[in-house]
């Protein structure tokens, strides 16, 4: 097998922040066409609920379904599912959801208020959302993983109902997935997918109920349809290729995080794995190690290709300058292998979540450490933070004026009100000033 070819930059380059934008550039073209088809399918489960599911669920995952109640998996079938699975995985798909809905269980927010001197009180209630949507991919891309994630924050919560589709094509379920669904606590689950259950979801049919937010990720159908139906309902995010972004200070196994950049590049050929160090023999090192390992790998055509055309290895100065670059890409997934880990992560801004020191595996982020790993990618943790317990919690806010408050507030509101030609406001307010 010949040598990988992976883009190798310098920082001290005149031209270093043009070339990382070209590394960095994602623009994954509108398809005009799945949007129309996907819109075609909204539209159309919009006026025909159950049917319009079904003929599309019969056409696209070649099942043959006359009813919708054939569509529902029952709970007593998820139980069955758990207890079917090899006992190894049954304790490690445990051990996976207690870490997670321990860590989520630190993340819920509490209603708070405080009292003002004249009495008025002010605060803001926390309210869960009263029902959720999960989309789980199906076929060969089953992630049970990505169930626990997405169900159990939402658990916590205290989302009323949690409705999981998933397709079966060929009406094949994937074991793991709805053992999955049985740990998490999800309440109903329908085998449906593509944009027809996202519709469904979105607006309801005579079966399904529609649900104030939808998460989970899907095919360019499923993230066209989430785009199209936000509005109508909430989503999580739309995802794009898988990243992982490593500091390495020149003292990590090279052999280890030449693993770690394939754990990501093998999802598919559009991931990124991105290594900056500032000891450039240690480059070379771990880029022979990527060459002496990628023969190994089940999944080598894809790595190749993922690294060869959006990998990178970057030379920067210092461990600062690395940090300075990471807050540039603002990475999905950030390994920090060095040797203080808790001092460089301080001047981390911008990462969906960090992965601190030589042990900490990104992959460990991935099923078990206990945070989610639904992040944001695309440079979006600029602005965006990884799902948790709060998304699927809404805060609202409350006044209760006391009778001086409201001669108080009254006189502000009637002057600011007038000032903007509001009149009607303004007298609302005044009428409660003695």
Known sequence: MSEITITELDAASPDFAGQLQAVLAWNEAEDFDVHRQVLDIIADVRSNGDKAVITYTNRFDHRQVSAASELELSQASLKSAFEAIPTNQAAALQTAADRIRAYAEHQKLQSWDYTEADGTVLGQKITPLDRVGLYVPGGKAAYPSSVLMN??????????????????????????????????????????GGAQAVAALAYGTETISAVAKIVGPGNIYVATAKKLVFGQVGIDMIAGPSEILIICDGKTNPDWIAMDLFSQAEHDENAQAILISDDSTYLAAVKQSINNLLPTME???????????????????????????????????????????????????????????RYTAEALGDYCAGPNHVLPTSSTARYSSPLGVYDFQKRTSLIN??????????E??????????????????????D
């Open 151 to 192: 169900a159990i924050p939402a658990k916590v919560a205290g989302v009323g109902e949690l409705i999981m589709v998933v397709p079966t094509p060929k009406g094949e379920s994937n074991q793991l997935v709805l053992a999955a669904a049985y740990l998490a606590g999800v309440d109903r689950i329908f085998t449906i």
């Open 299 to 357: 999944r080598a055509d894809i790595i190749r290709t993922s690294l060869s055309s959006r990998g990178a290895l970057i030379k920067v100065n210092d461990l600062l300058q690395a940090a300075e670059v990471a807050n540039t890409i603002a990475p999905e997934h950030l390994e920090l292998s060095v040797e203080n880990p808790e001092a460089l992560s301080q001047h981390i801004r911008h990462a969906g979540a960090i992965f601190m020191g």
């Open 401 to 410: 004026c006391s009778q001086a408050g409201a001669k108080e507030l009254g």
């Open 412 to 433: 502000t509101a009637s002057i600011l009100a007038r000032g903007e030609s509001l009149t009607a406001h303004a007298r609302s307010a005044e009428f409660r000033i």
